[in-house]
């Protein structure tokens, strides 16, 4: 496999895990945990019980990480602990859906956003969306070095910003807080289910923390700075997203939250008057490209990956000479993202498809279990609390699929018809691996 250069360092992956995480739902949506769980505090509990599990996933990431330092993250994990199949299925639903779902999702926030300075048309909204996903694509096409700085950039510019929001709402706040804000802080009202449903929700907002393990092979030193990036990354959002709703709830009735999918917004707007709403949109923007940016960047290093393990196009594993990026991998995730903003399709593609990515971590948690037995076992990193976290987090991961299958029996059976659709479509592709691929595979 030819060498990508090693250019991310600790900042970098650090800024990739919480640019990646922290999009753009924590501005605009924190309503639906609010109705689930319509107290204050269990408001709080959820955002830290979501942030304490995604650090639970982080952990046996970061162990996993340590054991196969390799391009490809995940899929390498699970080819490696199980079977190649799994590997694969993983970068099926991650091409055709899950991840090029989220990055049409995520460009078209973008591009509404955008639409707050300048009317745009549905169509239009398409075109912008397609524009973010094609320029942000280009930079990473020209160095993953010139990625990870715009990365690094983009993260600390929404932090200060996040960090400016919360500073603003506790310092003027208190003269505007509604009387009917503080109100309703006992746990006595909503039932388990409904806290069960609420850090589900949240757990959404969490989404992507594992993305940094796929570029492990342009890591200096991956053995050692993907754990740390992980948990230093996790234990940042969640900090970030306790103090905002903290923030939100200082100031606005639970009810406004309830109803609001601006809530940032409205809160701002309270303590500043109806011209913070405009500042709100920039940095959900901002928000919305840093993580655009860093999922842009991820993906194709699985592609990449699985080209080198013959089990995808050749044509996907190839360096640009110059630039050194798996270059054909990221114009054709550009391509397929473009497609389905174009078409509108992604919606459906990754609500159905979403909840599948669940059944891969509880897979990489029981993992730990099968590795931890090998007398030759011997991770630079040891994930803290084993064995009963990576149990809580299996348990955890089997409940949000179980909840989905529930809640849309029909979405979940086309999301799994889809991903079972990988299976044939993998032994076609392993038939085809030629004797010195094959060897590649079990290296």
């Known amino acids: ?89 993983w970068g099926w639903a991650m091409f055709w859906s899950v991840h090029s779902g989220i990055l049409a999702a995520i460009a078209v926030v973008l591009a509404r956003y955008v639409g707050q300075f300048v009317q745009l048309s549905e169509t239009a909204v398409r075109v912008v969306a397609i524009v973010a996903i094609l320029l942000l694509s280009a930079i990473n096409f020209v160095g993953v070095k010139l990625g990870s700085a715009v990365q690094l950039a983009l993260t600390v510019a929404k932090l200060a910003a996040i960090a400016l929001i919360v500073v603003l709402l506790f310092w003027f706040g208190g003269n505007i807080r509604s009387s009917s804000a503080g109100q309703a802080l006992s746990l006595s009202g909503p039932d388990l289910r409904s806290y069960g449903l609420a850090i589900a929700a949240g757990l959404f907002a969490f989404g992507g923390w594992h993305m940094v393990t796929y570029s492990a092979g342009e890591t200096n030193n991956p053995e050692r700075t993907i754990p740390r990036a992980l948990m230093l990354g996790t234990l940042i959002v969640t900090a970030c997203y306790v103090l905002l709703n903290a923030g939100y709830l200082y100031v606005l009735p639970l009810s406004e939250i309830a109803n609001s999918n601006r809530v940032a917004a409205e809160a701002m707007g309270r303590v500043l008057g109806p011209g913070a709403g405009g500042a709100i949109a920039v940095l959900v923007v901002f928000s919305a490209l840093g993580a655009l940016n860093g999922i842009i960047l991820a993906g194709p290093r699985v592609y990449y990956a699985m080209a080198h393990d013959g089990l995808t196009f050749r044509w996907m594993g190839r360096i640009h000479p110059r630039f050194q990026t798996p270059h054909l991998a990221l114009v054709a995730q550009a391509l397929w993202s473009s497609m389905l903003v174009a078409t509108n399709s992604y919606r459906r593609l990754f609500n159905r498809v979403v909840y599948t990515e669940w059944l891969f971590f509880a897979l990489l948690a029981a993992g730990l279990f099968i590795l931890r037995r090998r007398p030759d076992y011997k991770p630079a990193f040891l994930a803290w609390g084993y064995p009963v976290l990576p149990i809580i987090f299996i348990l955890a991961s089997a409940g949000i699929v179980l909840s989905q299958c529930v809640a849309n029996p029909r979405d979940t059976a086309l999301g799994l018809g889809l991903l079972l659709l990988g299976v044939p479509v993998y032994f076609v592709w392993s038939r085809r691996l030629t004797g010195e691929a094959r060897a590649n595979a079990h290296h």
């Open 1 to 89: 496999m030819p060498d990508l250069l090693r250019s991310i360092k600790l900042p970098h992956a650090t800024a990739m895990v919480v640019g990646i995480i922290v999009g753009a739902s924590i501005f605009t949506q924190p309503s639906e945990i609010t109705r689930l769980v319509p107290t204050g505090l269990g408001v709080v509990l959820v955002w830290l019980a979501a942030g304490a599990l995604t650090l639970c996933g982080a952990l046996v990431c970061a162990e996993l990480a340590s054991v196969f330092p390799h391009t490809g993250g995940v899929y390498v994990f699970l080819k490696e602990i199980f079977s190649p199949i799994l590997g694969f299925l």
